[in-house]
Each structure stands twice: as structure tokens, then as C-alpha cells.
Nanobody, 120 residues
Framework: QVQLMESGGGSVQAGGSLRLSCIVS????????MGWFRQAPGKEREGVAA???????GYDDSVKGRFTISKDNAENTLYLQMNSLKPEDTAMYYC??????????????WGQGTQVTVSS
């Protein structure tokens, strides 16, 4: 059974940093495209960053230069390093995985989410 488990969320002040982690079980992470989505109250879920099986990464324009996605295949773990956080980054962050590439919005597998709150 495929499972994704996020951690690392929390509350920080604007300009601060957080690192989200997503531990994968039930499949080999290197064989799936993976990424991070977020959803703020009253808004639709949006893609934040993704990483393909060949290591190619992509970012939403709103986080380029501030967020970095990476994957440790040996540890079966996906990361999202978030720097220079802004109040508008406040949202529930979800880890996702899918055998298709690039990572689709309607990905097959999802974590339960981890809350990120940025105060001004």
C-alpha cells in the first residue's frame, strides 16, 4: 500500500524558513514523479514544486528563487526547503506522487498534509 507522510510544517514569521519532508512507503520513490501542492482556506489547490524521475524540477512562479524541491532516493524522502517565507505562503501543504510525468494536478497518491502558517 502506497503511503505518503508529511512533516515539518509550523508557524514562522515572515522571512523565516521551514523544511517540509515527505516519507514514502509502499513504492520506490525514484520511479515516480513527485511534488508539493498547497491549499489556502477558500482557495483551490495549487502546485508549488515538482521533481521528475530524472531529477528535473519545476516551480510555480510565486515560489521561484525561494523554495527548493529535492528528493533522497536512498531514504525514499521528498523535501521542500522554503526560505524567505511570506504571509501568502500560508496554506496546508500536501505531498503527491504519480507514475505519470509530469506530475498531474490530479495525482494518484497524496499525503495527509502539513500546515504552514507565516505571520507578518
Amino acid at each position: 500500500q502506497v503511503q505518503l507522510m508529511e512533516s515539518g510544517g509550523g508557524s514562522v514569521q515572515a522571512g523565516g524558513s521551514l523544511r517540509l519532508s515527505c516519507i514514502v512507503s509502499g513504492y520506490i520513490a525514484s520511479r515516480y514523479s513527485m511534488g508539493w501542492f498547497r491549499q489556502a482556506p477558500g482557495k483551490e489547490r495549487e502546485g508549488v514544486a515538482a521533481i521528475d524521475t530524472d531529477g528535473t524540477t519545476g516551480y510555480d512562479d510565486s515560489v521561484k528563487g525561494r523554495f527548493t524541491i529535492s528528493k533522497d532516493n536512498a531514504e525514499n524522502t521528498l523535501y521542500l526547503q522554503m526560505n524567505s517565507l511570506k504571509p501568502e505562503d500560508t496554506a496546508m501543504y500536501y505531498c503527491a506522487a504519480d507514475p505519470r510525468s509530469p506530475l498531474p494536478l490530479r495525482s494518484t497518491y497524496w499525503g495527509q498534509g502539513t500546515q504552514v502558517t507565516v505571520s507578518s
